[in-house]
């Protein structure tokens, strides 16, 4: 037979699945000898049950009347006796900490008739009334749904007419008539009337605790927080100890350290003469913690040395909920305490420090997420008016600057000294000059992984994308806001991509101490100094290698600084842009074998000039180079530019110009319906002449040059879009020819590699087949989402996805954490047969979930070598590589 009720003394802190965090902390501190209430709790596995079928389970009435028995035998009262009534508290406890979620009661067991008892035997009538009007309020709004409002309300009248500033001045006769009142607005809303039965008021509030679990604030906070909806919560039940017996009684909030600076020490609040829930509500103004000493001597002492019995027994932060009752101390509750990003470091350090913790344990109190908190900039928005869009917060950070609506107004802006921000409907490859001289970008669409994002984090600039309540007019430079403002171009907008509000004006920026130690190993403080720490840990014991994604001598030094082992990505298309796409265009229009081959030989110095310099800068670590990959249209002008262009000059009589002409034709004869399904990636290769051989040529004779200054240069060549083993092997052959007749030309031996991105489902399916060719595998995790959901990444995000959260299709976008059972799978199987047919398949990532915590732990999990990110994410990467290998899924409960 199932148990449904264990009493406190049953139980320890290892039990939270069943008991709950709080249930099973209070029975934890019970074993520790601690002044706690007595009391039980019902399980998670009983809530299940009732939600499941809407009936309370069998056996569940018995196990509580038990229960209850045993508690009224320890205190020698009963429950709602007349004379000298036990009180209990009926409090919801989730396995994970949902705070103010889901409902409390407190004070049950009163009545008309116990009301009087309890006065008596307190010696206090305000206590006794104010206590029952507590229960009728909590009662009626938590059981049986009048709006809390009505109470509130009737509570401010009842304090104008007495010209009391708080619910302290009103005396018995006043909360006697409150709670009288409370009982008619019960009865005239529901049509019944507040229960006189203590027996029923448990069990319904019990019952009413359980159906708060799929509240609408507790099913949001769950989707926000990653909850799973099934765990369902625990319900504790304890004698009530009173806080508002008087001055010499009271209620407060401890941390065992500063939960903001990770400071030690004992820090809180706490508010005399006041049941814990005033102390979170707000309803009065607390006094520090510290005031305490000063009115309860004995009662701090003993709060404090229990405070760092708990700290060493959990060996961490302890958020503490406590009652003082007429000078006698009760804990009510503990759980690990939830802290800043500054504090999860500062507080892991301090307790490895102190030999409370080891340093395993100590990497994962912290997390990824944290780590990006403190390397970013923040707006101090207490100096910020009100936001006038949101968007997507694409990649983190703050910054402000003016707006421009186009790229070559953002690079002469910024040559001229300006701060800039980049506006657009939406980026593409052409603007990465505005992007690079920009301090942030906005977009009106797009998601997490358009253009602009996966762009701007490879980069670390600021960018929210897909800010629909903006509408960017690049013809008239401008953007209007739906609340009605403009901004005209040059007028200045702070971006914030970490939240993705977006302002009009200036608003401060607060420096990152932890950006400056990255970049130049400064120690500005404690806090960087245990960031640092904890990244030399996890680099010690991480099996996973980082490497960065990286098109630019400066981003990889940068990357290099920043901890990378190597490049895993490094785009070639990006180095065609700018004054160089004009010789793209030529190779794109020539009509001859002969005008092709002059195009890519003016190329070819210049691809060769960029692999040196990046191979330069990770000289002796891996630099893998991925082959052209976007369509070729991409690098000529937009279609309907040109199109207009020419009818305009057309119908005002003139001649259109004839190299837009011959642009126009090679635009519509290129044009695809859907050309990231088209003609890109390993097909470009085989069906443009030279072009493979131009770029597999720029980087050997780059790898010979490194070689003879005496460098150590690694490259690998990397072949995108591959979904048949034949199209390597095909784009193999030529590569391998190509660095042959290099080696006999100069001499000098070359030895790169050559590997395929896996970035769809045929080529992981496939996986076995295509290892017979490949070298090494890299997934490409971005388009592979995209192929096996069958979504269009720049469109989705906006579209939908926010439905799709809220519904629980997803509890993430796909595109930010790795899908473990569709795309993870296909990672999975490619990995296995790859590595069936060539053991020691080198194996790494290098999409976008190369970055995400969540992803590298599951990366971790099937054995791949590496993962390669964003230059600004490859701390995070590094950290969370070594929590995966120390088995750290998340810093528990601390965040």
């Not at 630019?552 to 700018?578: S, V």
Request: hydrophobic content about 40%.
């Amino acid at each position: 037979m199932v148990r449904y009720v264990y009493d406190f003394k049953d139980g320890d802190r290892n039990m939270a699945d069943l008991l709950g965090g709080k249930g099973a902390n209070l029975a934890e501190m019970t074993r520790l000898g601690l002044p706690v209430p007595p009391g039980f709790t019902v399980t998670t596995e009983a809530c299940r049950a009732f939600l499941a079928t809407g009936e309370e389970p069998e056996g569940l009435s018995a196990e509580i009347s038990q229960h209850l028995s045993a508690l009224e035998t320890t205190t020698g009262r009963l429950l709602g006796q007349p004379d000298d009534p036990l009180l209990v508290s009926v409090r919801s406890g989730a396995r994970f900490s949902m705070p103010g979620m889901m409902e409390t009661v407190l004070d049950i067991g009163l009545n008309d008739a116990s009301v009087l008892g309890l006065a008596k035997v307190s010696g206090s009538e305000r206590f006794a009334w104010d206590s029952y009007r507590r229960l009728v309020q909590m009662y009626g709004s938590t059981v049986m749904g009048v709006d809390p409002a009505l109470f509130e309300e009737a509570m401010t009248l009842l304090k104008g007419a007495r010209e009391a500033p708080d619910d302290v001045r009103l005396d018995a006769s006043d909360l006697a008539w409150l709670v009288e009142t409370h009982k008619r607005l019960i009865r005239d809303e529901t049509g019944r009337d507040f229960p006189q039965s203590p027996a029923q008021q448990l069990q319904q509030a019990i019952l009413a605790v359980f159906r708060s679990w799929n509240a609408e604030r507790a099913r949001l906070y769950r989707m926000r927080e990653h909850i799973p909806d099934d765990l369902g919560t625990a319900v504790t039940v304890q004698r009530m100890v009173f806080g508002n017996l008087g001055p010499d009684s009271g209620s407060g909030v401890a941390f065992t350290r500063d939960p903001a600076t990770g400071r030690p020490g004992l820090y809180g609040d706490y508010l005399p003469n006041a049941q814990g829930e005033d102390v979170v509500a707000g309803i009065r103004d607390t006094v520090p913690l510290a005031e305490l000493e000063r009115l309860d001597p004995p009662s701090h002492r003993q709060l404090r040395d229990h405070a760092q019995t708990l700290e060493r027994h959990y060996r961490d932060l302890c958020d503490i909920e406590f009652t003082i009752e007429r000078g006698t101390l009760w804990m009510l509750q503990t759980r690990v305490g939830k802290r800043t990003a500054e504090a999860a470091f500062a507080i892991a350090t301090e307790l490895v420090g102190e030999g409370l913790i080891t340093a395993d344990e100590g990497l994962n109190r912290v997390d990824g997420d944290q780590l990006g908190r403190l390397m970013f900039p923040r707006f101090d928005t207490d100096k910020a008016d009100a936001a006038i869009a949101h968007g997507v917060p694409a990649s983190p950070g703050a910054a402000s600057g003016v707006a421009v609506f186009d790229s070559a107004e953002a690079v002469g802006r910024a040559g001229a000294g300006e701060r800039v921000v980049l506006v657009r409907e939406e980026t593409t490859p052409d603007d990465l000059p505005g992007m690079v001289a920009a301090q942030a970008v906005l977009t009106s669409r797009g998601g997490k992984t358009s253009h602009a994002a996966v762009v701007a984090r490879g980069m670390g600039r600021v960018c929210v994308c897909g800010a629909q309540d903006i509408t960017v007019n690049t013809q008239a430079r401008r953007l209007t806001a739906r609340g009605g403002t403009v901004v005209e171009e040059g007028g200045v907008i702070s971006v914030d991509g970490s939240t993705g509000a977006v302002y009009a004006g200036a608003v401060p920026l607060v420096a990152s101490a932890t950006m400056r130690y990255l970049e130049s190993g400064e120690q500005a403080d404690s806090v960087v100094a245990a960031v640092a720490r904890a990244l030399e840990h996890a680099d010690v014991v991480k099996k996973l290698e980082v490497r960065a994604n990286a098109d630019t001598p400066e981003d990889a030094a940068r990357a290099r600084r920043f901890g990378a082992q190597g490049i895993g990505l490094c785009r070639t298309e990006h180095m065609f842009l700018g004054e160089r796409r004009k010789l793209v265009e030529e190779m794109i229009l020539a009509r001859t074998a002969t005008g092709r081959e002059r195009a890519l030989a003016a190329l070819l110095p210049l691809q060769r000039r960029d692999f040196a310099s990046i191979l330069e800068a990770m000289d002796g670590l891996p630099v893998t180079i991925r082959l052209l990959d976007p369509p070729l249209h991409e690098f000529l002008p937009d279609r309907t530019d040109l199109a207009v262009r020419v009818a305009a000059t057309e119908a005002a009589g003139g001649q259109p110009d004839a190299h837009d002409m011959e642009l126009l034709d090679a635009v519509n004869r290129m044009h695809e319906e859907n050309p990231m399904l088209g003609l890109r990636g390993v097909r470009l290769g085989l069906v443009v002449p030279g072009l493979v051989a131009m770029q597999v040529r720029a980087v050997a004779k780059a790898v010979v040059e490194r070689l003879r200054a005496g460098g150590s240069p690694r490259a690998e060549i990397m072949v995108p879009l591959v979904g048949a083993v034949e199209e390597l092997r095909l784009t193999r052959e030529q590569v391998e020819r190509v660095l042959a007749e290099v080696g006999e030309g100069t001499g000098v031996p070359v030895h790169c590699p050559v590997g395929t991105m896996i970035e769809l489902p045929r080529a992981a399916l496939t996986a076995g087949r295509i290892a017979e060719e490949a070298q090494f595998f890299s997934f490409g995790t971005n388009d592979l989402t995209q192929t096996t959901w069958g979504f269009s990444r720049d469109d989705v995000e906006a579209a939908f996805f926010s439905a799709y959260l809220d519904k629980g299709v997803f509890t993430a976008s796909p595109f930010e954490t790795l899908d473990r059972e569709g795309v993870g799978r296909l990672v999975r199987i490619a990995v296995e047969e790859g590595r069936a047919v060539r053991p020691g398949l080198e194996t790494g990532v290098c999409g976008e979930h190369g970055g995400d915590p969540e992803s590298i732990h599951f990366f971790h999990a099937v054995g791949l070598d590496y993962v390669s990110c964003s230059p600004f994410r490859v701390p995070v990467a590094r950290l969370e590589a070594g929590r995966a290998a120390l088995g750290g899924s998340d810093s528990g409960d601390s965040r």
